[in-house]
């Protein structure tokens, strides 16, 4: 038995010049990395990415709707601050900012987040300030989980 060593003549690496033939393996160890990475990136934002505010909402059996193209979320925590689009509102300025509001044809679908430890009341002056605005599409979000009324 006979083999080749050095001149590489007989052993299919090498091409007419003296030169290499292109590895035809590809080394997929930098993509799964780079995979991996992104996976976990996207798994602690994707939490991340629903409202800012934390608030927590009570629980409803209604059924989901489609989300409106043009919404704003306006948010009202424990402690009755009110935030639209996750920016906090100053007190006694909520009327002032939803004139500010951006508007076009009806005006934007408002989706309201209230934290179920407020009072009714407090609910209530926040829809009333919404309706004398003239935003009358109000949304409101809950927890969609089973339970009896």
Do not use: C, H
Not at 90 to 115: K, Q, Y
């Amino acid at each position: 038995m006979a083999m080749a060593l050095g001149s590489g003549k007989g052993t299919g690496r090498t091409r007419r010049g003296g030169r290499r033939a292109p590895m035809a393996e590809i080394n997929v160890t930098p993509f799964v990395d780079v995979m991996l990475v992104l996976l976990i990136i996207f798994m602690v934002t994707a939490p991340l990415l629903t409202a800012g505010v934390p608030i927590d909402l009570p629980d409803s059996r209604a059924n989901a709707i489609d989300s409106p193209q043009q919404s704003v979320t306006i948010s009202v925590d424990a402690a009755g601050n009110i935030f639209i689009d996750d920016a906090p509102v100053e007190v006694g300025n909520f009327a002032a900012a939803l004139e500010a509001m951006p508007r076009t044809g009806e005006g934007p679908d408002i989706t309201l987040r209230a934290d179920r430890g407020l009072d009714y009341g407090r609910v209530m002056a926040v829809m009333g300030e919404l309706n004398r605005a003239g935003l009358n599409r109000i949304s409101l979000l809950t927890n969609g989980s089973s339970v009896e009324p």
